[in-house]
């Protein structure tokens, strides 16, 4: 599993396990109801990825539009706390 996306599955609190037959990998442990983990671990992806478009919004010639954008994003899927 992706290290980043392991961090966002601890955060969300998904139960991890060890896969024995891939070295060093973790998997979700899927034995249990994980419907606001899920919920989470989508807010964090997308939090994630608003993150690497405000960092990069410094190139875009018309920055009021892009961050109008991103904004616009985070209302619409009701996530709180970008870090920008």
Request: glycine share 2%; aromatic share 10%; net charge negative.
């Amino acid at each position: 599993m992706n290290s980043k996306i392991e961090e966002f599955a601890i955060q969300s609190g998904f139960i991890l396990s060890k896969d024995k037959s891939v070295k060093g990998d973790s998997i979700v442990d899927w034995s249990s109801n994980y419907d606001n983990e899920l919920e989470t671990f989508a807010k964090l992806l997308i939090k994630e990825c608003l993150d690497l478009v405000y960092d990069e919004v410094q190139y875009i010639t018309d920055y009021t539009r892009a961050t109008d954008m991103c904004w616009r994003i985070q209302e619409q899927l009701k996530i709180d706390n970008i870090n920008k």
